[in-house]
């Protein structure tokens, strides 16, 4: 049951660039989306959002984009920075059920 | 700024023995969530809970588990029997309302059952 996929384990980028992480979904229920970052040894921590009302949702560094016909959504870093090396887990939830889906997370190491 | 804590950080146990696993809530969050996390597996939700009663809770949720909030501020995790695939990190997660997607989480427990 891979509602949420994150088809990339590992992401490695240069400090400075772009950093663009990808998830896809199979439920088009799924009314909202999330971004969590997670260091060893600690909980996610939550990011960004976006309603499936919109297309994009920005927050200083961190872009979020969300094309519900293709059922992606991608979080765009810029610039990365090597304190942003983490995992990072893209989740899901649907409008009635408070819970929420989790993919397996992308590793992003950034270079110095 | 307000963070969810628990306690303890690693718990380890016997298979059969009893766990309690523990969290405080940020304090004016109404909603609170368990998941789990085996490792090298996905983030998995176990049960939600809002105005003390369980409203969502998934297949792992068996009659093994339980939760409680049994002062008002501690919410709690109970494993009667654990079992080795217990074995996970735990994390307690809050909402402020239902409005509000955004679920906050704590450290995580890891418990190891032996």
């Known amino acids: 049951d891979q509602q949420v996929k994150q088809n990339s384990p590992s992401l490695s980028v240069q400090e400075g660039r772009i950093s663009i992480l990808n998830c896809d979904y199979t439920n088009s229920m799924f009314d909202y989306f999330l971004w969590y970052k997670k260091y060893p040894a600690e909980g996610p921590t939550f990011l960004i959002s976006?309603?499936?009302?919109?297309d994009k949702n920005e927050d200083g560094r961190f872009t979020v984009f969300l094309n519900k016909s293709a059922k992606h959504l991608s979080l765009h870093i810029v610039p990365s920075q090597p304190g942003d090396s983490a995992v990072y887990f893209c989740a899901a939830s649907q409008g009635g059920s408070e819970k929420l889906v989790f993919g397996k997370g992308t590793k992003l190491t950034v270079n110095p | 700024e307000p963070e969810v804590t628990q306690t303890p950080s690693h718990q380890v146990t016997q298979m059969g023995q009893e766990v309690i696993l523990r969290c405080v809530p940020i304090s004016n969050h109404l909603y609170f969530y368990w998941y789990r996390q085996i490792l090298g597996q996905k983030v998995e939700f176990l049960v939600s809970?809002?105005?003390?009663?369980?409203?969502?809770k998934s297949e792992i949720f068996d009659d093994q588990f339980s939760v409680e909030r049994p002062d008002g501020s501690n919410f709690t995790l109970k494993i009667r029997s654990t079992k080795l695939e217990d074995s996970a990190m735990y994390f307690c997660?809050?909402?402020?309302?239902?409005?509000?997607?955004?679920?906050?989480f704590g450290p995580g427990t890891r418990l190891t059952v032996t």
């Open positions: 976006i309603s499936s009302i919109k």
């Open positions: 809970f809002y105005n003390n009663e369980i409203s969502e």
């Open positions: 997660a809050t909402q402020v309302n239902r409005a509000s997607y955004e679920q906050y």
